[in-house]
């Protein structure tokens, strides 16, 4: 059982460039979330999910897009990449609203 | 807004020691609250659950509390090893209708010295 798998790991683009982040569940969940984490700060919420087709803005959705055309994957894309992406993003998922989320181990991702 | 708080941000103590983390959130209406632990270079490893409901959970040697007319929970180590050094996260779940985002403190960095 994979969970939540996320690629690349690791990434470095260059400003103006665009991107996908991918992320995969393998637990049929219908809930689905993508975070970024800054040094030193909590998660902050991106794009959610609460099913395929249907998808919402968390607290800081600028820069970024999302669909959900499965219910395994959820894409993460960046448009035109700007140094104030540089973060960690992480992509989880939770099957309904009183189970707890799992968490995929994170996408390190450079802008310079 | 809810925002949440984890003092202190770090904490080192002797192996075998029983340890307290805290967590304090401001605005008493949330859906649950929720305990991660993270390792360095990997995503976050969900711990505990407790419903809005519940007063405490237990896993093992961890308890966590929750207080919600205070705004506080606190997450109980028994017995501390090397292997519980971590960054330790809460996050609460507001109840508003619709909130489907975990608000996340800032961790609190756990060293366990042998």
């Known amino acids: 059982n994979a969970g939540v798998t996320q690629t690349p790991k690791f990434r470095i683009l260059k400003i103006g460039q665009s991107m996908t982040l991918q992320c995969a569940q393998d637990?049929?969940?219908?809930?689905m979330y993508w975070y970024r984490q800054d040094p030193g700060m909590g998660l902050k919420l991106i794009y959610y999910?609460?099913?395929?087709?249907?998808?919402d803005k968390g607290e800081v959705p600028n820069g970024y897009n999302v669909s959900r055309s499965t219910t395994e994957d959820f894409p993460l894309r960046l448009e035109l990449a700007a140094p104030s992406q540089t973060s960690v993003y992480f992509c989880?998922?939770?099957?309904?609203?009183?189970?707890?989320?799992?968490f995929g181990d994170g996408t390190r991702l450079s802008i310079l | 807004k809810q925002e949440v708080t984890q003092i202190p941000a770090a904490l080192s103590v002797p192996e075998g020691e029983n340890l307290v983390l805290n967590c304090s959130f401001t605005?008493?209406?949330?859906?649950?609250l929720q305990w991660f632990r993270q390792d360095p270079g990997k995503g976050l490893t969900s711990l505990l659950l407790i419903q809005s409901s519940q007063r405490e959970q237990t896993s093992g040697r961890l308890n966590a509390s929750l207080d919600k007319s205070s705004g506080r929970s606190t997450l109980y180590i028994a017995a501390s090893q090397p292997g519980d050094s971590a960054t330790y996260l809460c996050a609460v779940r507001p109840s508003l209708q619709g909130a489907q985002k975990l608000v996340f403190g800032q961790g609190t960095r756990l060293t366990i010295n042998p």
């Open positions: 637990m049929n969940h219908n809930y």
């Open positions: 605005d008493s209406a949330i859906y649950n």
């Open positions: 989880a998922s939770r099957p309904n609203s009183n189970q707890p989320q799992h």
């Open positions: 999910s609460v099913g395929a087709g249907i998808t």
